[in-house]
T-cell receptor, first 110, second 114 residues
Framework: KNQVEQSPQSLIILEGKNCTLQ??????????LRWYKQDTGRGPVSLTI?????NTKSNGRYTATLDADTKQSSLHITASQLSDSASYIC?????????FGTGTRLQVFP | GAGVSQSPSNKVTEKGKDVELRCDPI?????LYWYRQSLGQGLEFLIY????????KSGLPSDRFSAERTGGSVSTLTIQRTQQEDSAVYLC????????????FGSGTRLTVV
């Protein structure tokens, strides 16, 4: 069983719409939780970093939340753009290692 | 350099051959990581270098895999006697030490073993 599970596996939305991606984890303890965006053929790029004591963190149109009690995190994308089409990966940092989820593939259509 | 540089960007090799993948991290980043991303799979940790400490090799899938980091900078990941299941994108990342520094990833090397 994956320590970091993401849903949905893939998502298609229309440009301008909002969406929320989910991340459930079993990793414990961890020092911080990160959301990354990975464009096709590129390495992942960090969107947000939250410590276990933080509940929310925003970066432009991206807002991440963390509920340590339920071990869930979400990434909310507001007013989606075509350039948001990518894979979004939830990552937990345990000591020096990144533990990756399998990602959500988002496609934004005009 | 401005980012993490990996070379080659693409590598096609015959089964049984050895390959070397190179990672040039951001200057001043003491931590360097190798990850592998197989088709449809998540990112898999391979090995981690931090300064002069002994590397964490716990993610290497077999003894055919090895990595070096010379002079605390450039790293080379070597795969001996490649197998088809080694086909993947190999990503390198570097960061400053500390739990909240960002990890900067390279664009990866796409390895195809035929």
């Amino acid at each position: 069983k994956n320590q970091v599970e993401q849903s949905p596996q893939s998502l298609i939305i229309l440009e301008g719409k909002n969406c929320t991606l989910q991340c459930n984890y079993t990793v414990s303890p961890f020092s911080n939780l990160r959301w990354y965006k990975q464009d096709t053929g590129r390495g992942p790029v960090s969107l947000t970093i939250m410590t276990f004591s933080e509940n929310t963190k925003s970066n432009g149109r991206y807002t991440a939340t963390l509920d340590a009690d339920t071990k869930q995190s979400s990434l909310h994308i507001t007013a989606s753009q075509l350039s948001d089409s990518a894979s979004y990966i939830c990552v937990l940092v345990n000591t020096d290692k990144l533990i990756f989820g399998t990602g959500t593939r988002l496609q934004v259509f005009p | 350099g401005a980012g993490v540089s990996q070379s080659p960007s693409n590598k096609v090799t015959e089964k049984g051959k050895d390959v070397e993948l190179r990672c040039d991290p951001i200057s001043g980043h003491t931590a360097l990581y190798w990850y592998r991303q197989s088709l449809g799979q998540g990112l898999e940790f391979l090995i981690y270098f931090q300064g002069n400490s002994a590397p964490d090799k716990s993610g290497l899938p077999s003894d055919r895999f090895s990595a070096e980091r010379t002079g605390g900078s450039v790293s080379t990941l070597t795969i001996q006697r490649t197998q088809q299941e080694d086909s993947a994108v190999y990503l390198c990342a570097s960061s400053r030490p500390g739990p909240l520094y960002g990890y900067t990833f390279g664009s990866g090397t796409r390895l195809t073993v035929v």
